[in-house]
């Protein structure tokens, strides 16, 4: 079974850092889909970045040049450091993946794609 969960999420002000991580088990499948997803309250949800098992990494426009996602192989998980922080940074930040498959969609869509997801952790930014 697979089983995401995200940690070290957190409060800053503006400008700070911050790095949040997912540790994934469950799986060995060579091929895969990785990303972060934020929410806000009242907001949908939105693709962040994703990384992908061919190496092909995106980034949502809103957060490029500041935030860079990573993936431990050895220790199966994902990371993306925050640099820059603004308050509409502010969110619910999920971790997902597809397990099967490298990414096939853009940003805007790439949640379809995902099976399985993380509890989220919260990431506030004060200005």
């Known amino acids: 079974q697979v089983r995401l969960v995200e940690s070290g999420g957190g409060s800053v002000q503006a400008g700070g850092s911050l790095r949040v991580s997912c540790a994934a088990s469950g799986y060995t499948s060579r091929r895969y889909c990785m990303g972060w997803f934020r929410q806000a309250p009242g907001k949908e949800r939105e693709g962040v970045a994703s990384i992908d098992s061919s190496g092909n990494i995106m980034y949502a426009d809103s957060v490029r040049g500041r935030f860079t996602i990573s993936r431990d192989s050895a220790k199966n998980t994902l990371y993306l450091e925050m640099n820059s922080l603004k308050p509409e940074d502010t969110a619910m930040y999920y971790c997902?993946?597809?397990?099967?498959?490298?990414?096939?969609?853009?940003?805007?869509?790439?949640?379809?794609?995902?099976?399985?997801w993380g509890q989220g952790t919260q990431v506030t930014v004060s200005s």
């Open positions: 997902a993946a597809d397990p099967n498959y490298i990414c096939i969609t853009d940003m805007r869509t790439l949640g379809t794609q995902m099976d399985h």
